[in-house]
């Protein structure tokens, strides 16, 4: 889960994907409580940089939070300025998920993944995708989707799950009737891994 913090006029404010965003007030100037007094406190690292936080409550999760910053990396040169997936690339890389695929490159190609169930070699489908961000994430259904195209019945339900929570990258889009085809048996390139992947971990 990652978190974005910014401050304004004595007050920090906290957005988190699924929790939403929190306000909070400061105690110190590395502690802080928010508006139902559960504490955040960061912490510096050994050069006096704010590396870390730690929150003792999520809304509705209870369960403490111990994150460490995320630092951007030199970008791909071969992932163009104006990509509608540099963001998506861009943050995968910065987390260590998504890296050069040779030398210093992005390499836009099919993406390749080895799970035990699956030949490594094999290039994974949209479809398959779908399937093991869901099982990773699972997600619940957002609202109704109706999907369109050639989706395996072994998959429906995956792809049906991230398209309602809008786990989608953006070349897939709403049509006019309410449909939504997630291409799912074509193969999934990097660039799509990319988009799925950083919405999945928002």
């Known amino acids: 889960m990652k978190s974005k913090f910014s ?3 004595g007050k920090l404010l906290m957005e988190t994907g699924a929790p939403g965003k929190h306000i909070f007030k400061m105690i110190t100037p590395l502690l802080f409580e ?3 007094g559960n504490k955040l406190a960061f912490k510096k690292d050994h050069l ?3 590396e870390y936080f730690y929150y003792d ?3 509705g999760l209870h369960f403490g939070s111990d994150s460490q910053k995320i630092h951007r990396k030199q ?3 071969d992932v163009a300025e104006g990509s509608k997936y540099k963001s998506f690339i861009d943050d995968l890389h910065a987390l260590d998920i998504m890296g050069a695929k040779s030398g210093s490159r992005f390499e836009k190609k099919q993406m390749i993944a080895g799970l035990p169930s699956f030949d ?3 290039i994974i489908t949209r479809q398959t995708a779908a399937v093991m961000i869901q099982n990773l994430k699972e997600l619940k259904p957002a609202s109704k989707v109706r999907l369109s195209g050639q989706t395996d019945a072994w998959a429906v339900e995956a792809v049906t799950v991230l398209v309602s929570q809008d786990v989608i990258d953006p070349d897939t889009t ?3 009737d309410g449909t939504v085809d997630f291409r799912s048996n074509q193969p999934l390139l990097r660039q799509e891994a990319a988009a799925l992947l950083d919405k999945a971990i928002k």
Do not use: C, R, W
Request: a negative charge; zero cysteines; aromatic letters at 10%.
């Open 34 to 36: 928010d508006e139902s």
């Open 57 to 59: 409550s999520l809304e």
């Open 174 to 176: 709403v049509q006019a």
């Open 7 to 9: 401050y304004a006029d």
């Open 75 to 77: 970008p791909f040169p």
């Open 120 to 122: 490594p070699n094999a």
């Open 48 to 50: 006096g940089s704010i």
